[in-house]
């Protein structure tokens, strides 16, 4: 017994010593930083509808520093399986971008965390970028449901893949008295096929919004949605971006539109959609380090209920945007976007009058790692 005792204690001092020299030769996981900043310079011009004074056109200068700006932070386990990615923006102040963690197994990931999703994100990458502030491509032909908490399963096979994801709604605020809530998250499914020439994502988004504290037999849920298109076509040095989209509801949960982009309640209390169609056109060729890109954008809005019950002069409007960019990749971390935009905003549909027109001319400077 005496020896048994021994021996086992031998063992476990063995064990004891090992455990560290065994850590040491694990594999480490990785760890990747990056950072990008961009800032633009230019001028902005505004016809008279859109300036405060409402009598004179004006023209003005700009510089500033993107909120898209951001510092990154990436891990990834030993064997490949587990990580977690971090993104603040950098502006006056720092802000959330991305904070999530993901599982792989096999063909599928599970996601969890702040992030976006297929829903309009695959084909972000237009050359059309922040020339001014709050002019962007975002509710003028591109359709985006920004960053938000939620849990993603992802299946990707080859040049195939599925997406599912649920989402937290963007908050509604529906008066002091009354609750607005979610029974289900938003929820969004999406389908991909990319290969080198042609790339889709064709995605369909959903949410319901119930409110309880409504009176005189009010509607008491309404539904936001939207089914967006995009597609990518490359061939040598061209390259063809597209989107097609179409949503009602759009203003709650989609960047860039605006406040009439919402339902519309009729005198008897029922909910009239507001209903939203757009998309956008992007060709481009690449020339060495430089790449030509032109680009058009449109969104149209209608709704009975701003003529029949709003008292508007209108039941839709439209509004477009063209652009001309010329990024060119001055260092593989350095690239340098001049362009030129016109946004015409279409007409005010309460008035029937000319809602304005502007243009912005600038560069936005690029440094990326």
């Given at each position: ?286 020339i060495n380090a430089l790449r030509v890109a032109f680009g058009f954008g449109y969104e149209y809005f209608s709704n009975d209920e701003w003529k029949d019950t709003l008292g508007c002069k209108e039941d839709n409007f439209s509004r477009q945007l063209f652009y001309v ?45």
């Open positions: 017994m005496k020896k048994f005792f021994v021996l086992m204690l031998a063992l476990a001092a063995l064990v004891a010593m090992s455990v560290p020299a065994m850590a040491a030769e694990a594999p480490a996981p990785s760890i990747v930083l990056g950072a990008r900043v961009n800032q633009t310079l230019g001028y902005q011009g505004k016809s008279e509808e859109l300036t405060k004074n409402g009598k004179d056109d004006i023209t003005g200068s700009f510089t500033d520093l993107v909120g898209n700006s951001y510092f990154r932070a990436k891990f990834t386990s030993a064997d490949k399986k587990v990580g977690v990615m971090t993104e603040i923006g950098l502006k006056s102040s720092v802000g959330l971008r991305h904070a999530y963690g993901w599982y792989k197994i096999g063909n599928c990931k599970l996601l969890a965390g702040q992030t976006d999703n297929w829903i309009g994100a695959p084909y972000w990458g237009v050359h059309k970028l922040n020339a001014a502030p709050g002019d962007d491509l975002l509710g003028w032909g591109k359709m985006w449901a920004p960053r938000r908490p939620q849990v993603q399963l992802t299946w990707e096979s080859g040049s195939y893949g599925v997406q599912v994801a649920l989402e937290q709604a963007e908050s509604v605020d529906a008066g002091s008295f009354v609750d607005v809530y979610n029974t289900i998250p938003r929820a969004t499914v999406a389908f991909q096929y990319k290969s080198d020439v042609f790339s889709t994502t064709p995605g369909f988004n959903f949410v319901q919004y119930n409110m309880e504290g409504l009176s005189g037999g009010a509607d008491d849920s309404f539904n936001v949605w939207a089914f967006i298109l995009p597609v990518k076509i490359q061939a040598g040095a061209f390259r063809l971006l597209a989107e097609g989209h179409y949503g009602v509801n759009v203003d709650f949960g989609y960047s860039g539109y605006p406040s009439m982009a919402r339902m519309v309640m009729k005198a008897n209390g029922d909910y009239e959609d507001t209903t939203n169609y757009g998309g956008f056109l992007e060709a481009s060729y690449k960019s010329l990024p060119y990749k001055v260092h593989r971390n350095f690239i340098v976007y001049p362009e030129f935009n016109y946004l015409n905003h279409g007409d005010n549909p309460s008035t029937g009058d000319d809602q304005g027109n502007e243009w912005v001319i600038g560069v936005l400077f690029r440094f990326i790692f």
